[in-house]
């Protein structure tokens, strides 16, 4: 995908986004991560084409839809949106939604609470590869077979989490994909180069199929009780996956018996 094609996708994903409410041009530019330039261009041309109307405080109102929809099977975005949302009020931080797009990882959701003391670069929208082996790409990763894995990444382009960066072999690799637990919760406690920590637990199908990656983001402070902090994310994340796929798998039991 180019560039320019990645930077106009990310910027409908937040316009549309923001149908109700609208959206200032300086906001846009902090939750895209864009140009400011580059923003100002793109947002003037669909402003002429009638893609965009500016109200008197200047926040800019789209004329249109736009939404990656996910071809999984029992699949309801409303759902995930009320999750990271719930997610977010219980724990005071943000929730996203991931889902895997060959090798890279593409935001659909990201929920963030008007308290939490990190804002999170990572917006809808937002695309990055899977090597750096952090928690969210290790465990999107021990949802695919080895030979996917050998066929579509390049294996040597793997790395560590954090300042660091350092090469991970893809053997190294591997054995750390292999140790992931599928239906648990995956978390790195020192947080990456931005300063976020993240956990995250994978969301499946109504058939089992992997749909996506539910998180908690939160800024990378010391913490007093790790432990008790753990179990408390652990256990609003596999409530919310129990309760998505739950969900899911009834809504998709009655349109069967209805059929």
């Keep these: 995908m180019s560039d320019n094609l990645k930077r106009i996708l990310m910027l409908l994903e937040h316009l549309s986004s923001a149908k109700d409410d609208g959206m200032q041009v300086a906001h846009l530019v902090e939750k895209t991560g864009l140009a400011a330039s580059t923003v100002y261009r793109l947002v003037s041309d669909l402003e002429n084409l009638g893609y965009l109307r500016k109200v008197d405080d200047r926040r800019l109102i789209p004329n249109f839809s736009f939404e990656q929809t996910l071809s999984i099977s029992g699949m309801d975005l409303q759902n995930l949106n009320e999750a990271c949302r719930t997610v977010s009020e219980s724990l005071i931080a943000a929730s996203e939604f991931i889902s895997l797009r060959g090798p890279n990882l593409f935001w659909h959701i990201s929920e963030e609470h008007v ?5 999170l670069r990572a917006s809808v929208g937002f695309i990055r590869g899977s090597y750096e082996l952090d928690c969210i790409s290790r465990m999107a990763l021990a949802h695919s077979t080895t030979v996917n894995v050998e066929g579509v990444w390049d294996v040597s382009g793997f790395f560590e989490v954090g300042v660091s960066g350092g090469k991970i072999s893809w053997n190294t690799a591997k054995t750390r994909i292999a140790s992931v637990k599928p239906e648990g919760m995956e978390f790195d406690l020192m947080g990456n180069a931005k300063g976020v920590r993240r956990y995250c637990v994978a969301i499946n199908g109504s058939d089992g199929e992997f749909a996506g990656l539910l998180t908690v ?43």
């Design 217 to 259: 983001a939160e800024a990378a402070t010391p913490l007093r009780d790790v432990d008790g902090h753990v179990a408390k994310i652990s256990t609003v994340l596999l409530g919310q996956k129990e309760a998505i796929e739950k969900g899911w798998k009834n809504t998709m039991n009655t349109v069967s018996h209805l059929g």
């Design 115 to 119: 308290q939490q003391p990190i804002r």
